[in-house]
């Protein structure tokens, strides 16, 4: 019963930002992990960043100095500012929420993220 929408997308130049946001609702109590994952067509689907509930956070090597994590517990939100955009970012980008890795979790309907050279 958790639901999440995904917003914050859309099409921007090469070096520009944007930040994505989920809304996390429903019994999301015994999430242990937040993340962002992305897929594009004929790849498989990437890890970008991830925040645990102790305040751990990681990020794909591509996307290290140019995004950010971060959580709104209060609001049940978590986002993904995203700067120096670069064409192979482009994808679509899902929020995901989980309570073990090794676990598929719940996911949102992903939004569309391009970037233009």
């Known amino acids: 019963q958790v639901q999440l929408v995904e917003s914050g997308g859309g099409l921007v130049q090469s070096g520009g930002s944007l930040r994505l946001s989920c809304a996390a609702s429903?019994?999301?109590?015994?999430?242990?992990?937040m993340g962002w994952y992305r897929q594009g067509p004929g790849k498989q689907r990437e890890m970008v960043a991830h925040?645990?509930?102790?305040?751990?956070?990681a990020y794909e090597d591509s996307v290290k100095g140019r995004f950010t994590i971060s959580r709104d517990l209060g609001k049940n939100m978590v986002y993904l500012e995203m700067n120096n955009l670069k064409p192979e970012d482009t994808d679509v980008y899902y929020c995901n929420l989980r309570r073990l890795p090794f676990e598929d979790g719940y996911w949102g309907q992903g939004t569309q993220v391009t970037v233009s050279s």
């Open positions: 429903g019994d999301i109590i015994s999430t242990n992990i």
């Open positions: 925040i645990t509930k102790g305040g751990n956070i």
